[in-house]
């Protein structure tokens, strides 16, 4: 491999690089084992993921001219429907969604 001379851009890179003290576990807030690998999501995130993945059962059904697409027999379309329905309800139910003011009024 061959190097490169440093750019104006990247002159001072590798002196910074050296001078910036490594970050400790207690300031990355997972302890003494680092970074956390796994987080508490809000309860509106986890209605957010619901809602996109009955979405896409709602596009196969919708790509199926409205019936239960090849291979998903376990797919019913005004069942799915109404799930999202519930779904947004659910949204609008919890906790996060008074964190985060509608623009439409209706909500």
């Known amino acids: 491999m061959r190097k490169r001379a440093p750019t104006r851009a990247t002159r001072g890179f590798s002196r910074r690089?050296?001078?910036?003290?490594?970050?400790?576990?207690?300031r990355l807030g997972g302890g003494a084992g680092g970074i956390p690998e796994v987080t508490k999501v809000s309860a509106l995130a986890e209605v957010m993921v619901a809602v996109d993945e009955r979405w896409d059962r709602l596009k196969a059904v919708h790509g199926a001219d409205w019936q239960a697409p090849p291979g998903h027999a376990d797919l019913d379309p005004p069942h799915e429907a109404m799930q999202l329905r519930q779904q947004f309800r659910e949204a609008k139910r919890s906790t996060d969604h008074a964190a985060h003011p509608t623009r439409c009024g209706r909500c």
Do not use: D, L
């Open 17 to 26: 690089a050296r001078i910036v003290p490594p970050a400790h576990a207690g």
